[in-house]
């Protein structure tokens, strides 16, 4: 089943030829921010009379653009060397990271026997190999999958999803995140993750150093004053670059939800379910403690002020195309449930329970 406006295969293309893209985009990306902040420094020394410090013709250049054009012929060898570093460290140990800052922990079968064994039986109807499974300690009702590859593949849901949903709308979830999967839309936002994790990173570093300048150094500023220009210049441009990765995450098509939508029908042969449990979901998906960029990997990421910055379309409008694309009327919202999920769900008694809302308490 696909939706009226892409196909399967298409989508997947564009998928791979957009991460492909991406791997391309952000060296030259960071080359431009390199050249910007030389030329920058140039303008910065020479107007603050910090010239005999750090001298343009000693380098070579007259002007503020010869200067950044010669520093960057001399260091963009070891600018795409650092970015690949980065790569290469964000790429084997990205599953540990996201397990940090989204706060969550593995799960076996002995842990979660019934929910590991839907997911298993999920995976055998496509014939592919489980990816692993983790769940956050959380009220929120959310759910992601991450990974780059089949062996770093994760599905993570939270235990307030676990708590509130009915098992049939749960199977529609971790359908949904499958089809992530499969749609290969979840290597395509770990790509963008990895990338914006480091301009997000240098950004900061910068802006603690104009900080420590600035209100640390007093005594000292009249010194070195073209110094603390630079580096202002520096922070501003980071915040640049910074926000101009974060723009390519919001240009990424949000079609990828109303395929993954599909793709869970197709899955459970259950649509009801599936609009039941984004129903349950709407207004409730914010996670505690976490980043954006976990946010914008969840089943559902919604933005109060007008969708400006959506990276998901409204939970209604996904709704609605479910209903128009198998020809099933909307449900009526369901009502909470009043049981306890997690014996209904089968979690043994014999295991400790983990109480979110309690540490929650302990720690405010």
């Known amino acids: 089943m696909t939706t009226p406006t892409i196909g399967l295969s298409t989508h997947i293309w564009n998928n791979n030829l957009r991460s492909v893209a991406l791997l391309v985009f952000y060296p030259i990306l960071v ?11 140039g303008l910065a020394f ?19 653009v010869s200067f950044a054009n010669t520093l960057l012929w001399e260091y963009w060898p070891l600018i795409f060397t650092g970015v690949a570093i980065w790569f290469v460290i964000a790429w084997f140990f990205h599953t540990k990271m ?45 759910a992601f999958a991450s990974g780059i590859n089949q062996s770093s593949y994760t599905i993570t849901i939270t235990r307030g999803l676990l708590n509130t949903l009915q098992k049939d709308e749960i199977e529609g979830v971790m359908a949904h995140e499958l089809t992530h ?28 150093n104009v900080r420590y300048n600035l ?35 919001f240009m990424l098509s949000r079609s990828r939800e109303y395929m993954a939508d599909a793709g869970a029908i197709e899955l459970t042969k259950n ?9 349950r979901i709407a207004g409730k998906d914010r996670i505690p403690e976490t980043t954006d960029d976990i946010a914008m990997m969840c089943i559902e990421n919604h933005v109060p002020f007008l969708g400006l910055f959506a990276t998901h379309p409204p939970i209604d409008k996904r ?38 809302w309690l540490t929650r308490a302990r720690r405010d």
């Open 98 to 142: 996201i397990r940090k800052i989204s706060h969550s922990h593995p799960v076996t079968r002995e842990d979660e026997p019934d929910l590991y064994n839907m997911l298993e039986n999920l995976c055998i109807s496509r014939g592919i190999a489980m990816p692993k499974l983790e769940i956050i300690e959380t009220h929120a009702r959310n």
């Open 31 to 41: 080359a431009g921010i390199f050249w910007t902040i030389c030329w920058a420094l």
């Open 271 to 279: 649509p009801e379910a599936m609009m039941r449990a984004l129903m």
């Open 319 to 356: 709704i609605a195309m479910l209903s128009a694309t198998t020809g099933t009327p909307i449900p009526q919202p369901p009502k909470n449930i009043s049981a306890d999920p997690l014996q209904s769900f089968g979690r043994p008694e014999d295991k400790p329970r983990r109480n979110p």
């Open 46 to 64: 020479n107007n603050s009379g910090a010239v005999g410090a750090y001298p343009l013709h000693d380098r070579g250049a007259g002007t503020s």
């Open 181 to 208: 999967i499969l749609n290969r839309d979840v290597r395509l936002l770990i790509v963008t993750v990895i990338f914006t994790g480091l301009f997000g990173f240098l950004a900061q570093l910068v802006w603690s």
């Open 215 to 249: 209100f640390y150094t007093r005594g000292r500023r009249d010194n070195n004053g073209g110094v603390v220009i630079a580096i202002i210049v520096i922070a501003i441009i980071l915040w640049l670059g910074y926000i101009a990765t974060l723009l390519m995450r």
